[in-house]
């Protein structure tokens, strides 16, 4: 094993680090919007709301994330109206292909998390604040959801560990992120074993940042108070939030 070229790898896979985290956060971001509406309607009681949700996250859920990329980069193209319209000028570039694969991919996983919080918010507390006359969109923002998401945080961690990992499949459709630079490297040094050591050394790296923030904002939620002496980072990064 070269460990100087496993060095030199790094160094250069490093430059797809942003194109991976681009994708990465914009994936979260718009399925956490599209999943926290669709949720609670997934929690209703309401067969009109609940099974087309249903349908929807059985079928983002049932089927790999490469077959949904590769319908929607190679698929789209082959509609009609897709090519004649505004949308080919999105859908001809591979980012918003794997962006839009990601994305709907992340909400039906966040979607199924969230549902679970959503039902187990004590019905008394729903009860007492249609009391008090709260309306139900205010219910929903300011003591259903922030109950909610508190319980499910390990979880949505864990979604959000592994779109991370999801990401690397970018390079399928020509994007150049940590594993299509990977590739290109393999091509040009014939050694694959050390740049996909190099490769996965990064991604490990980024997913222990991502599990250290979520630890980092559990401790927050929770009010308890990190350990001073294990981990004085944390409370460094706590009291600046």
Not at 6 to 21: A, R, Y
Not at 103 to 117: D, H, K, M, P, Q
Not at 176 to 184: D, M, P, Q, S, V
Request: with cysteine; proline share 5%.
């Amino acid at each position: 094993m070269d460990i100087a070229l496993i060095t030199e790898s790094i160094e250069t896979l490093l430059g797809g680090v942003v194109l991976t985290l681009e994708l990465t956060i914009l994936s979260l971001l718009i399925g956490f919007g599209l999943s926290v509406p669709l949720a609670f309607m997934r929690a209703s009681r309401s067969q009109w709301l609940s099974m087309p949700v249903l349908a929807y996250t059985y079928v983002f859920r049932g089927t790999p994330l490469l077959v949904q990329l590769f319908l929607i980069y190679y698929g789209l193209s082959q509609l009609a109206f897709v090519r004649e319209s505004f949308l080919w000028l999105l859908f001809r570039d591979p980012f918003y292909c794997a962006l839009l694969a990601f994305s709907l991919n992340s909400a039906a996983y966040t979607i199924e998390v969230f549902r679970g919080g959503i039902q187990s918010v004590p019905p008394g507390l729903v009860e007492a604040a249609q009391a008090i006359g709260l309306s139900p969109t205010k219910i929903r923002l300011r003591i259903v959801f922030p109950l909610a998401f508190r319980t499910v945080l390990p979880s949505y961690a864990n979604e959000v560990v592994g779109m991370i990992k999801a990401s690397s499949l970018a390079s399928t459709v020509t994007l150049l992120e940590i594993t299509g630079l990977a590739r290109k490297l393999v091509s040009e040094t014939f050694a694959p074993y050390e740049v996909f050591i190099a490769a996965g050394a990064i991604y490990l790296g980024l997913t222990f940042l991502a599990s250290r923030l979520f630890n980092l904002i559990e401790l927050h939620l929770s009010g308890a108070p990190p350990d001073k002496a294990r981990f004085p980072w944390l409370l460094k990064l706590r009291q600046a939030l």
